[in-house]
């Protein structure tokens, strides 16, 4: 097996790319270890809440009132059927954005709240696949790709918090 060199950092695992600087003596940085650091580094979930039931709330209360506006940016017909699906796809993220905002105080994380960190998780997962698809077949504006990006960053967000226990808060 190869064990190249970086500096005194000694890499034993070919496709790992993390370095981790150590001044005083030699680490070796093994997948395992990799896990443990990730596994210790903490998510502010109402950060991650907050930030969520904003960017959701935009979204739906932009399609609740802008229809037909939405109609002609994404070129797209406007009729009364794309109106109302609009609406109520609107009242849908709204929705969605109430949940999130009020759950925002609560551990979410690993066996807490796990109803709210999966219905996350598989909404911003699934939607950021299909921008994903979508982006790299088109050439779309820079909102949708911008979407696109943050759709994607929530889902890798929210992926951590359903597969990882909250950390407790320490009282200083």
């Keep these: 097996m190869l064990n190249p060199e970086i500096g005194n950092l ?11 600087h150590s001044e005083s003596h030699h680490r070796t940085v093994t997948p395992i270890f990799v896990a443990n650091q990730l596994r210790a580094m903490r998510i502010n979930t109402k950060l991650v809440m907050t930030a969520s039931a904003i960017t959701l709330a935009a979204i739906g209360l932009t399609l609740t009132f802008f229809p037909a506006e939405i109609a002609n940016y994404i070129e797209s017909s406007f009729s009364k059927t794309n109106q109302i699906t609009f609406q109520v796809l609107g009242a849908l993220y709204f929705a969605f954005a109430t949940l999130n905002w009020m759950a925002k105080d609560s551990i979410i994380g690993g066996i807490y709240n796990r109803p709210i960190s999966i219905a996350n998780l598989t909404h911003f ?13 088109n050439s ?27 950390v407790p808060v320490k009282n200083s």
């Design 10 to 20: 000694k890499i034993r695992h070919p496709l790992l790319l993390l370095a981790i």
């Design 125 to 137: 997962l699934v939607g950021g696949l299909a921008l994903i698809k979508l982006v790299f077949n």
């Design 140 to 166: 779309l504006p820079i909102t949708i790709q911008l979407l696109t990006g943050v759709y994607t960053l929530f889902a890798i967000l929210f992926g951590y918090i359903f597969y990882n226990n909250p």
